[in-house]
């Protein structure tokens, strides 16, 4: 890390093993990232008095090139953060599948989302209800008036952008689902 681990308590004491595992945890977050520049945890008591059913809260802010990520749990929710050890457990984890996550983008291991292929409506036949479209390969591709969502199909014309869903029909390749661009 760039910049030195900051712990926050509130609500509570400082405790020097609280301090000291969570010095640990940091540490061991870099293995997943390693251009970590900050991280500022928090660590709260929701009742300064009550020594059982404590329940705590854990807050960690990293921050990387490009982003801040936040980990932040409400501590209501889980029962199981009325020990503290568990609570930052679970905050660090969240926090290295963040970091996992955002060490893929940075890589681009992430699958991109391809939408449906695009091509140019090349042949009309309105009297018998058909057409074909050409790809960006060069291949033709049938298509029926009853492919064309809506009332595209009279709105076409040779020349026209279109998206589809190809699948493969008794002649051949052929659109299941046509989309004027």
């Given at each position: 890390m760039q910049l030195p681990l900051q712990v926050t308590f509130r609500?509570?004491?400082?405790s020097p093993a609280v301090e000291s595992v969570i010095r640990e945890k940091a540490?061991?977050?870099?293995r997943y990232?390693?251009?970590i520049m900050s991280c500022r945890v928090v660590v709260e008591a929701s009742h300064r008095h009550h020594h059982k059913g404590n329940i705590y809260h854990v807050r960690v802010d990293l921050t990387v090139p490009t982003d801040e990520l936040v980990v932040s749990r409400e501590p209501?929710?889980?029962?199981?953060?009325?020990?503290?050890?568990?609570?930052?457990?679970d905050a660090f984890n969240a926090a290295r599948r963040q970091l996992e996550e955002?060490?893929?983008?940075?890589?681009?291991?992430?699958?991109?989302?391809?939408?449906?292929?695009?091509g140019e409506?090349?042949?009309?036949a309105p009297e018998e209800d058909y057409g074909r479209?050409?790809?960006?390969?060069?291949?033709?591709?049938?298509f029926h008036r009853n492919s064309v969502l809506g009332d595209g199909y009279d709105g076409l014309a040779v020349g026209a952008r279109v998206r589809f869903?190809?699948?493969?029909?008794?002649?051949?390749?052929?659109?299941s689902t046509v989309v004027p661009v």
């Open positions: 609500n509570m004491d400082a540490d061991k977050l870099e990232y390693d251009h209501h929710q889980d029962h199981s953060h009325e020990d503290l050890y568990v609570a930052i457990r955002f060490a893929r983008k940075q890589r681009g291991d992430v699958k991109a989302h391809v939408g449906p292929p695009e409506v090349i042949a009309l479209i050409r790809t960006a390969e060069g291949r033709e591709i049938y869903t190809e699948e493969s029909g008794d002649q051949g390749p052929q659109a």
